[in-house]
């Protein structure tokens, strides 16, 4: 069957390197956004040889992630992603997809439990940090980007595996995260070479710290802690290996989003006097009633808090693109083309979320939008359909708990000519010039 890939707009491409010079000093997000204004629902680009669709229309991004999607695979970032991740959830598909799916840490029956317990790991550990970081009423310049990374990074350690780390496991996790970051722009790469000779110490040394974890945990009676791997420990069906893949990734794959998350709240609300002091005043009277130790079904209830969240995930997903591929031997139609097999198929939400069609003024901060949910496709920082990610409700958490802390006793002030200009960085986005913000102590 003859392809229609010639009659898909898009720029021309060049000899051999396609459109890959478009990216090459321009963020993968930023670009996409771009095209995506100049060339409508549906485009398509060339990353050297390879055909690339960017899609950017909710019935399309449906028919790829629901409909259709058994004519679909995940295929990137494996050359990038595996040597850290693994064969994890993140990388699966078909049948393997849907045990570890099924079987998954955060699929375990009465999930909610555990996130009821460990609301107040996340808040002492969050005002221990702070209060080390700063504990004075004088105004301390910070880059708070930076440190929301460590402080996430402690919360996992403690809600993930029960375990804290010293500075070098910290260490040996921001190895894996540049060395994954610098397979994505080095696909000539192959597994298992490295350019960083550390990285297999490093990578050793860290799966072989959660493995021990694993096997002491199994050695425990059960219910001995709060920790995911102890909810989990007794009734999982993942193996070892698979069991310590799965924590794994949920480090990889989910503390710089913590902390991204957290840092547009912060940043957008700081950049909005009014969206702040609205947000404080619910913040002041839901700790006037509950004081600090509320539950999981209060801190849910928080109705501004939930708007201002699901407005800055709008502006700034963690996670600003998914790709699919057309499996091989399949063709299927897209939007009145027919697609021939390795197409990969761009979803930006980072486009989407900015796109006038569907967004009214979608560069303006306004989270009373989403007083009323928006139509389906239309908001997927997470994803959307069966492989919308797992840790969606963990990250969630960890940020409404983490927002709630930091404004019910810190002021934070924008450092002059502050931005939140992003870089894209081992599939996730991150402020290229870090947070920069006048921190002081100020109990509400």
Same mark, same amino acid.
């Given at each position: 069957m003859s392809n229609d890939l010639n009659r898909i707009p898009g720029p021309s491409? /060049? +000899?051999l390197l396609g459109n890959a010079l478009d990216f090459a000093n321009t963020p993968s997000h930023i670009r996409l956004y771009e095209y995506s204004l100049a060339y409508g629902d549906i485009m398509l680009f060339w990353l050297f040889t390879q055909p690339s669709i960017l899609i950017n229309d909710p019935a399309l991004i449906e028919q790829v992630l629901v409909i259709d999607r058994d004519r679909y695979y995940k295929n990137a970032p494996r050359k990038a992603a595996e040597p850290? %991740?693994?064969?994890?959830? +993140?990388?699966?598909?078909?049948q393997d997809w849907e045990f570890k799916r099924r079987n998954h840490p955060f699929s375990a029956p009465q999930i909610d439990t555990y996130f009821e317990q460990i609301l107040p790991t996340i808040q002492t550990t969050t005002n221990r940090y702070l209060q080390a970081l700063q504990p004075s009423s004088t105004p301390k310049s910070v880059e708070l980007f930076g440190e929301l990374v460590k402080l996430s990074f402690e919360i996992f350690c403690l809600t993930v595996l029960g375990a804290e780390m010293d500075s070098s496991y910290f260490d040996a996790f921001s190895l894996l995260m540049e060395e994954m970051n610098n397979r994505g722009g080095q696909a000539f790469l192959p597994y298992p070479?490295?350019?960083?000779? /550390? +990285?297999?110490?490093?990578? /050793?040394?860290w799966n072989s710290f959660i493995e021990e974890q694993i096997k002491e945990r199994q050695q425990r009676s059960p219910q001995q802690g709060i920790d995911l791997l102890s909810f989990v420990i007794q009734d999982t069906k993942l193996s070892t290996k698979q069991l310590r893949e799965e924590l794994s990734t949920a480090y990889t @794959?989910?503390?710089?989003?913590?902390a991204e998350a957290v840092a547009a709240v912060l940043f957008l609300c700081a950049k909005n006097p009014q969206v702040m002091q609205t947000l404080l005043s619910e913040i002041t009277l839901f700790l006037r009633e509950s004081g600090s130790d509320f539950s999981l079904a209060q801190i849910n209830q928080f109705n501004y808090l939930d708007l201002v969240v699901k407005e800055a995930l709008r502006l700034y997903p963690a996670v600003p693109f998914f790709i699919r591929e057309v499996l091989p031997k399949q063709s299927p139609m897209l939007g009145g083309y027919t697609l021939p097999e390795k197409t990969q198929i761009f979803v930006s939400s980072w486009s989407f979320h900015r796109n006038p069609k569907y967004w009214q003024n979608p560069h303006e901060f306004m989270p009373e939008r989403f007083i009323n949910p928006p139509p389906a496709f239309h908001y997927f920082p997470f994803g959307a359909g069966p492989r919308?990610?797992?840790? %969606? @409700?963990f990250t969630l958490t960890c940020t409404k708990v983490m927002v709630v802390n930091i404004l019910s006793q810190y002021s934070v002030e924008l450092e002059p000519n502050t931005t939140f200009e992003t870089q894209y960085f081992s599939g996730t986005i991150m402020p290229r010039d870090g947070l920069k913000i006048k921190l002081s102590r100020q109990l509400l």
């Open positions: 491409p /060049q +000899f850290v %991740m693994g064969d994890s959830l +993140f990388l699966s598909n078909g070479l490295s350019l960083n000779p /550390q +990285f297999w110490v490093a990578r /050793q040394r @794959a989910g503390t710089r989003n913590v919308q990610c797992i840790g %969606m @409700a």
